[in-house]
């Protein structure tokens, strides 16, 4: 309450974090591209299923879409440096201890040994901290609350693993980073593009479901899903090269 | 732009608005036509009306309307109307479900009834209006007037006094009681029952007309499964068997029809006004023992598919005024668009049955010839192959040179053809010129939606600078206006239109938490976890009435939750009022002591809760059950609920008059001295403005409309009141706040049950202190109740806008008005080329007009006489 609204400098928070590239390699190169094509196929292959039944067909994808976003992790990510170098900004985050997961590592072919450890350790992250607050903020943005648990659940769950997953792993558990995260002002690249456009398709997603079609895919939370998948795969490509280095203004 | 020059265009889109909705409204709802006169027999030319065979099976007709008398009530296996079944079992009573056309509320329920035409939708309007000499049907031709003009013809009515205005001075005898007080389910229909055993003993009358309102009122107040519904049924079920075994025993009662209809349905909350099935479908009975001779009765009770409300035969509820000439032997009213039903036609052998569809047709004829005047209708065109013609006018020529070509040559012709064909032609009249009700005057929808476009130019030039400061404000602002508009095509986008202020709202708020996250100083972060508790509370609000058409009834927390755990309910309104008080005891009476200013507001604060809750026993008792504790509260317990109102009100107007005037009087005089000194900087947080003059006028303003509000929806200012709090902390820029409240009072108005049907119009509060009728009152106790979510963030914005001292006040106010006027008239401009575009369509009835109804409402009421009337007052009391 006591807070004097000094209007004439405020210490804006300065984003300091810097696009991330795909490490220089061939293979990541191309697998870049697989692999979105990868994830919508599996999409695609799903949709029937997961109109007749959503919770089953959500459960069962998971896993390859788990598998597949750590290989692209893998293939094509340069993992995060692994430092918790939250200057005096240090915030209570409640996963502070974990963060010496991953050794400083050789700007391109580090061992393979150490990029799969850390890409398990950001499928555990984004399971265990992400995809339960996803869900909180599904059901604030209005799921329903006392039915659908699983849907939501699940749902947030993909989209962690499409958005949130790639992002540990690129930036690790460092505060510094995640304030700014929060405060989505992280420059675009191919990994923020394709948080922020799952996140938006999941809310576009919404707009059809009142329409009288009366169609079973208007059901939650298959629109919900279909928006994220598209909208990661449109703002994975247009924050890898339009969007590059652009970040969200508000002003 | 120079400041003038934007006030007045501002100025100029404002007035522009009322025009250009006026005007598209006298071109979308025109005054229909009517054929004056009256039907006789005799009269026509080639044997119209001609009355050769005068075999009526009936002389004298009892007319029971229960209203909202939808068919499975009558016809399910859930019914109280056991008597009623076992007639339909037996022969004597003719089952049919009487299809009723939107917008189904009763007063054009019952002119289509007596009528057999389909009404406009002014009559809408004028139902509400319930104005006495536009809406009469004193002058058009009616069942009434026809039973009416025969010898010895007399009529009596009991029940609704929408009778009694529609047909003034018809009655010889009659006593009508109000449909207004929805809280009354026994008092209003004894008033009518106590006349059925007299009028059954009379014989001067051959007409007689009673109206039942106690079942739609439990319908409004407990929905169709209250455990009020099956008593209130068979308590009907017990009038319709007085009148039968009245009509079996009593020699001068033989010959009569008794018919037992309901002017419309209900949906699942218990409401009307829509097209939803439940509210279409009101049953309809024909009795009597002379039926038992052409019917062997039918299966009952019956049982249709879950959510089908088709019982027998669907009819439309126009056919009942045909049926009844040919029943009791009269000419068909002229402007008659219903069909026989031809079930009864077996009263009569086949020449009276031709005859009888021969002479329907004809008087349909003639007013399908005034539809389409380029048509010969002469018999003349081939009566072949009508089905492949593409136009409804030829296609009814060709119907109608079938129908006169199959009784070619006269007396030789193919009888049962010809009656084929007569009501082929009659059916497919009637639904033709059902869809095409209305002649639309497309000129004045076009100067309308020119003057609206103008408006809405105009305004986005004021608007323009004001938006052009932040670009992502700028950004959201016409992604909101740009949606809305696109919305408006789509007829589910209107019906769920709740849906697209939560979502957005919801989306604004992430989107403020952002932004403050990312602009704020490092040691403000807090401030943007306040977006948090605001999207909690839109995410409770909007659950707290299912609105729209798709979930309408399904469970929430102001008609679920709330009812079922009553004294939750209680603790919150109690804490609601309580807050109210606290708060207005700070502030109300600035220049007495401060327990003086208590004393008051407690005083005023316990007279508010305890008419709340002695409205709340009369009006939904339920929602006092097992509860005692608030009879300490209640002083006045012998006044009447309409005294205790106008003290109430008047305890309100006092204490506002004596709270700012002082505070005016005391600002002009330092105003006087100390000229335009900066204002010194004021701490965050309203509460804390000593001199603030707008905070207790908004304390007071909120008791009213909590006064104007259920008691379920009544916690939902506690809510707002957390929302505002919170909104003060977060800085938000001008053109932010002005978002954030259009956002908000629109979510608002949906959270507390409103919708863009007309049966969501909540007419509880439309009368406190309020005795007889009074329309100017009424419609702004109605206006209130209905927009108290809306009119509660008016007046929240004033106080949260005039708080920020930074900037020009004047300037702040202007761009906030001209940002809102931008919302409002392209708004208006949407829903009318909505309306234009989608004028043939199916879903202009039940859909579009409601909507250019409530757009009005917006528009007119809560834009220009509340957003800048009001809100201007308010602002300006607060920095004057
Ligand atoms: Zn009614
Ligand atoms: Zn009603």
Known sequence: MAETTTEAKPRKLLPISQPISVLPTDVARIYTHIHPILILSLYYLCFPSLVADPVTTLKQALAPLAHLQITYCVVCLPPSKGSSTSPSTSSATPKKKKVTFAKPIAKPPASLKSRIIPAVFSLFLSLSLSAPLLTVILILFGAPLTTHFWHNLLCATHISLLGVLPLFYVHGVDARMWREISGACLPFDEVWGGLVGSILGAWLGAVPIPLDWDREWQKWPVTIVTGAYIGWFVFRYAGGYLLRGKRIEFD | ?880
């Open chain 2, 1 to 880: 732009m120079s400041q003038r020059l934007s006030i007045l265009t501002l100025t100029i889109a404002n007035l522009l608005i009322p025009l250009a909705i006026l005007i598209f409204a006298t071109g979308f709802f025109p005054y229909k036509p009517f054929i004056a006169g009256r039907a006789s027999y005799g009269d026509g030319k080639d044997g119209k009306n001609d009355n050769k065979y005068g075999t009526a099976p009936f002389d004298k007709v009892v007319f029971m309307v229960v209203d909202a008398l939808r068919s499975d009530f009558v016809y399910s296996n859930h019914s109280g109307f056991t008597f009623t079944q076992s007639l339909i079992r037996s022969g004597a009573a003719m089952p049919f479900t009487a299809h009723a056309t939107s917008p189904t509320i009763t007063m054009p329920r019952v002119k289509a009834m007596t009528t057999g035409s389909i009404p406009s939708f002014l009559d809408v309007i004028l139902n509400f209006a319930e104005s006495d000499t536009t809406s009469s049907l004193a002058n058009q031709d009616t069942w009434l007037s026809q039973l009416k003009d025969k010898p010895e013809g007399k009529l009596v009515m009991y029940g609704d006094d929408t009778w009694l205005k529609l047909f003034p001075s018809v009655f010889a005898r009659a006593d009508g009681t109000s449909s207004f007080f929805v809280s009354d389910f026994t008092e209003v229909d004894n008033n009518v029952t106590r006349h059925v055993p007299l009028e059954m003993r009379q014989s001067d009358w051959n007409g007689m007309i009673i109206h039942y309102l106690g079942l739609d009122h439990i319908g409004h107040k407990a929905g169709p499964r209250s455990p009020h519904m099956i008593p209130k049924q068979a308590e009907m079920d017990d009038i319709v068997k007085q009148i039968y075994q009245a009509i079996e025993t009593e020699k001068h009662l033989q010959s009569t029809l008794l018919v037992v209809c309901g002017d419309h349905g209900m949906n699942e909350a218990g409401n009307h006004g829509g097209s939803a099935e439940g509210e279409t479908s009101p049953a309809l009975v024909f009795l009597s023992p002379k039926f038992r001779t052409i019917s062997g009765g039918s299966e009952s009770p019956l049982v249709v598919p879950e959510s089908s409300f088709e019982y027998y035969t669907t009819v439309e509820q126009s056919d009942i005024a045909p049926t009844l000439a040919g029943l009791l032997g009269f000419p068909i009213p002229l402007n008659n668009l219903g069909v026989f039903i031809p079930e009864l036609l077996a009263f009569w052998d086949d020449d009276v049955k031709l005859h009888l569809m021969q002479q329907n047709a004809r008087q349909i004829l003639d007013i399908v010839r005034g539809t389409f005047p380029g048509l010969p209708f002469d018999g003349t065109t081939d009566g072949n192959g009508c089905a492949s013609l593409n136009s409804d006018g030829e296609t009814l020529d060709c119907l109608w040179s079938w129908a006169t070509k199959s009784l070619d040559p006269p007396g030789y012709g193919d009888g049962a053809e010809a009656l084929r064909a007569y009501t082929e032609f009659s059916k497919r009249a009637q639904n033709v010129m059902s869809s095409t009700a209305s002649n639309y005057d497309v000129g004045r929808l076009h100067i309308g939606i020119v003057l609206a476009g103008l408006a809405t130019v105009a305004c986005h030039t004021t608007a323009s600078t004001a938006l052009s400061e932040s670009r992502s404000s700028g950004l959201w602002t016409s992604s909101v206006i740009i949606l809305y508009g696109a919305m408006m095509f789509a007829s589910s986008y209107v019906e769920e239109e709740q849906h697209f202020w939560y979502w957005a709202s919801s989306g604004w708020l992430a989107w403020l938490f952002l932004k403050q996250h990312s602009t704020l100083p490092m040691g403000g972060f807090w401030k943007a976890w306040l977006s948090v508790p605001l999207l909690a509370i839109l995410r409770v609000i909007r659950v707290w009435n299912q609105t729209g058409q798709k979930h309408a009834g399904e469970p929430d927390i102001a008609k679920t939750l709330l009812p079922a755990h009553n004294s939750i309910l209680w603790l919150l309104v109690l804490a609601t009022y309580l807050d109210v008080v606290q708060r207005l005891s700070r502030r109300a009476l600035p220049w007495t002591s401060r327990r003086v200013s208590f004393a008051a507001s407690l005083a005023l604060g316990l007279t508010a809760l305890s008419f709340k809750v002695d409205f709340t026993k009369a009006d939904a008792p339920e929602l006092l059950d097992g509860l005692h504790l608030f009879f300490f509260l209640r002083p006045m317990k012998e006044a009447s609920l309409i005294a205790q109102a106008r003290a109430l009100f008047i305890g309100i107007m006092a204490l506002l008059l004596l709270s700012i005037f002082p505070v005016i009087n005391k600002r002009a005089s330092q105003a006087g001295k100390v000229e335009d000194i900066a204002q010194p900087p004021v701490d965050a947080g309203m509460l804390t403005d000593e001199v603030s003059a707008l905070r207790p006028l908004h304390d007071l303003f909120t008791l009213f409309l909590m006064t104007q509000s259920r008691a379920t929806n009544i916690p939902l200012f506690l809510l707002f009141e957390i929302q505002c709090n919170i909104l003060d902390l977060v800085e938000l820029s001008g053109v932010e706040m002005t978002l954030t409240s259009h956002l908000f009072q629109y979510a608002s108005f949906f959270a507390f049950g409103g919708s863009n049907a007309i049966s969501s119009i909540d007419l509880s509060n439309a009368y406190n202190g309020v005795a007889g009728y009074n329309v100017v009152a009424v419609g702004i106790l109605t206006f209130c109740g209905n927009w108290a979510g809306p009119l509660w963030w008016t007046s929240a914005t004033a106080l949260l806008l005039s708080k920020r001292r930074n900037q020009g006040r004047r300037r702040r106010w202007f761009e906030h008005v001209s940002v809102l006027t931008a919302f409002v008239s392209s708004g208006v401009l949407s829903v009318m080329l909505a309306c234009m575009a989608l004028r043939t369509h199916l879903f202009i009835w039940t859909v579009f007009s409601p909507k250019y109804l409530y757009s009005m409402a917006w528009s007119m009421g809560q834009h220009l006489c509340i957003n800048i009337g009001l809100g201007s007052l308010l602002y300006w009391v607060e920095t004057s």
